[in-house]
């Protein structure tokens, strides 16, 4: 089965420094990929997504990602954080089998990102 | 256009008891699937309904059972709950032809006792 890794559980950082989160899942085949973010009492929102096309995506609130194959991987940055953006991030795959149908989303256990002011 | 909608947001079950969860879906979505979510395993697949028909399902014990109505509401049931099944239970649902872009609700939060 698919397995999502993200590699910081924990993170804190200064306003406007740059983000990164690290995100990798366990094979290869056809996935689609998306970072949700659940900021404190709200419900989960996705970030981005990554279905096919262009490996660099743009998200809202400046988030972007990137997705190289090879690595079996899917990054969060954001060039210049701030303190709005302290919050939950989860990284996502789906497989796309032959079979067609969807399947559940398979999440990472999440990083908790907190921008000090 | 409203979001996901689930009911109760707030939930309080005895061991042994059963529960049943609603979700309505954001209009014109027709897949709806449910996730539980712990602060040890994190957010778990538990199943997914499309055309009232159960599509997929996550490695959860058969306790863990739903349905979908030809209105795409969606409940969920837990029969015989135990301590561990104490869980955020998160619904999302998506439309058709973009299957794998899920948009969440606020979840339930369910207390077993």
């Known amino acids: 089965a698919q397995s999502v890794s993200q590699h910081n559980h924990h993170v804190i950082l200064s306003e406007a420094a740059s983000l990164e989160l690290g995100c990798n899942y366990s094979y290869g085949g056809t996935v689609n990929l998306f970072w949700y973010v659940q900021y404190p009492g709200q419900h989960l929102q996705l970030l981005l997504k990554?279905?096919?096309?262009?490996?660099l995506v743009k998200g809202i609130k400046g988030f972007e990602a990137e997705f190289i194959k090879s690595k079996f991987s899917f990054n969060l940055r954001k060039p210049s954080v701030q303190w709005s953006d302290t919050a939950e991030y989860f990284c996502a795959v789906n497989d796309r089998y032959s079979g067609g149908g969807a399947d559940g989303l398979t999440f990472g256990k999440g990083t908790h990102l907190i921008i000090q002011p | 256009k409203a979001g996901v909608t689930q009911t109760p947001r707030y939930l309080i079950k005895t061991r042994g008891q059963q529960v049943t969860l609603s979700c309505s879906p954001i209009s014109g979505h027709r897949s709806v699937s449910w996730y539980q979510q712990t602060p040890g395993q994190g957010l778990q697949f538990l199943f997914e309904y499309f055309s009232e028909t159960q599509r997929n399902k996550g490695n959860f014990p058969g306790r863990f059972s739903g349905r979908q109505f030809s209105n795409s509401r969606s409940e969920m049931n837990v029969s015989t709950l135990e301590l561990g099944d104490s869980a955020l239970y998160l619904c999302?649902?998506?439309?058709?032809?973009?299957?794998?872009?899920?948009?969440f609700g606020p979840g339930t939060r369910l207390t077993v006792t």
């Open positions: 999302a649902s998506s439309l058709p032809e973009t299957d794998y872009e899920q948009y």
């Open positions: 990554y279905f096919s096309g262009d490996p």
